[in-house]
Every structure is written in C-alpha cells, then in structure tokens.
C-alpha cells in the first residue's frame, strides 16, 4: 500500500461497531486491518470496503492472546502498511447477577476487553512513536457508570476510561491522541442476543429502549462511526483523554 495513506486497525470489525467504523474509517482514505477472531469473518467487512474502493485487509487474531496480537500486527505492518490508528473495539458479553458470575465470565469480559486494548496498544504504539502520530480510540459504555448483571463489563469499560486517560498523558509527546466513545444502546448482535436472553423480542426490545432515551430511538453503529472519524481525523489533534457519551442524551 502507498506510504501516503495511513493505516487503520479496527478490532471486532467483523459485524456489529466494528465493521461500521472500518467501514467509515476506509471511506475517509485510510487502508484498514479489519481484524477479528476468525480471519473467514472478516471478509464481509473487507469485501464491502473494496467494493466501494476502499483498501482493506482480513486479519484474524485474538486480542487478549499476546502472541496472536504480536504477529497480527506485524504481518499487518509487513504487508498492508504501518499502523498508526488503532480502534480497541472487540468485545464479548457474559452477564449475570454478582452471586452467579463464574471466575470464568469475570476473566473472559475483562481478558477481551482491558487485555486486548492493552496488548493492542502496546503492539501499534511501537509504529505511532516511530512516525511521530497517532490515534486510539477505545470502546467504553454507559454500562462504565454501573449496570445490573454486568459488574463484569462494567468494571472494564470503566477501566477502559482510566486506560485511555493514562495513554493520552504517555502518548501526547509524541503526537498520539487516545480518546474514548462510550455508547448507549446501539442495534447490533449484541443487543440482539441481551434481548434474547431476557426473553423479550428485539424489536420490542428496542422500543423500550428508545423510550428512555432523549432523542426518543436506538443507536445505530453509523453514530459511533461518526464519532470514531472525528477522533481519528487530522482536526482533532488537539482533543485527547476524553470520553465522548454517544448515547443520544446526557449521561454522568
Ligand atoms: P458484536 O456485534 O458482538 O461484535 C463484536 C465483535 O468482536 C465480533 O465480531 C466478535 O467476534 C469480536 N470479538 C470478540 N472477542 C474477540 C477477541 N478476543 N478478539 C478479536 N475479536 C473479538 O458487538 P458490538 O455491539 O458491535 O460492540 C462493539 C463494541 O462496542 C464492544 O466493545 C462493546 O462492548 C461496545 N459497546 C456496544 C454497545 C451496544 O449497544 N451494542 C454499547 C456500548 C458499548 P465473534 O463474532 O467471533 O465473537
């Protein structure tokens, strides 16, 4: 790939988030590492991107895996370009009531989400110091501020925010922002399967959700995109440790 064109990383980017922010992230002319859990599943995203003209590569790895992040992120620097925007989105759900959770649902939310971001910045701030720029963009969540049958997840999306705080004071020399977008509800296999389990359909799901929230509908993952391009874009330079609530309303 041209060295003109800076390269992206997107984690989970297989569906959901993911893919809506690689697939913004490669219309603003950036090449993107679509990576997820299995390399097959990347192709949706991949193919959409070059189908639009875009310049995208299917990476599979396991984010809270050291040694699959490590040569995922070099074969990604080898042979698509030198990463120096990274997008710590992947993410799992296992809830369930404090006196339920297993050591193993408590391991697995934090493993994907807090190991991964770290081992993923670890990996791609190699790159952004050597080129003297940067961009991370860490998925947090309204469920940071507490949330019934996720003390699991949100004990990591909260961890996410001090994540990000502390990377943007480390990182701020050598012209990397690191910023976080913490999401309402949006419409994804997530929320499908959060519906599932408590037994109610998605849509009516939905529509219950959209009742609490100001701007009276659902997130879509076009909106964390939008918020993910602003991060990631040249303007935004001087924006760094913040954590942006898109959740169609205030929340503190
Ligand atoms: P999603 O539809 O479940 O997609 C998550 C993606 O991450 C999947 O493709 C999944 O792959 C991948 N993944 C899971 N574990 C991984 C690992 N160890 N390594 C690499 N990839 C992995 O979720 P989403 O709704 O798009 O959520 C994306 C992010 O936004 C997550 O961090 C989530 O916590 C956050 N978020 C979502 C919402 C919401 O309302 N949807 C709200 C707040 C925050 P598999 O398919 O193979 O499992």
């Known amino acids: 790939m041209s060295d003109q064109v800076r390269t992206a990383i997107v984690t ?13 992230l490669a219309a603003d002319g950036y090449g993107v590492a679509v990576v997820d859990l299995d390399e097959a599943a990347c192709a949706t995203t991949v193919d959409a991107i070059t189908a639009a003209g875009g310049q995208a590569i299917g990476v599979g790895a396991n984010v809270a895996d050291e040694q ?15 990463p120096t925007i990274l997008v710590n989105n992947a993410g799992i759900l296992r809830d369930n009531l404090l006196f339920k959770m297993s050591v193993d649902d408590w391991d697995a939310v934090l493993g994907v989400h807090l190991r991964g971001a770290f081992l993923m910045s670890r990996e791609v701030q190699k790159h952004q110091v050597e080129e003297k720029w940067g961009r991370i963009v ?25 994540f990000t705080k502390t990377l943007a004071i480390e990182l701020g020399r050598y012209n990397v922002t690191v910023n976080a977008i913490a999401p309402g509800f949006i419409e994804t296999e997530m929320t499908a399967a959060t519906a599932e389990r408590v037994g109610v359909p998605f849509e009516d799901f939905k529509k219950g959700a959209a009742s609490q929230i100001p701007v009276n509908r659902v997130g879509q993952p076009e909106d964390i995109a939008h918020t993910a391009s602003f991060f990631c874009s040249e303007g935004a330079g001087f924006v760094s440790g913040q954590v942006v609530y898109v959740a169609g309303g205030p929340k503190d």
Not at 68 to 82: C, N
């Open 12 to 24: 989970g980017s297989a569906r959901g988030i993911g893919a809506a922010v690689a697939k913004r």
């Open 68 to 82: 699959s992040v490590v040569s995922a992120v070099e074969r990604i620097a080898t042979d698509f370009g030198k």
């Open 138 to 162: 860490n998925l947090s969540s309204t469920s940071a501020l507490g949330n019934r049958g996720q003390a699991n997840y949100a004990a990591a999306k909260a961890g996410m925010q001090g």
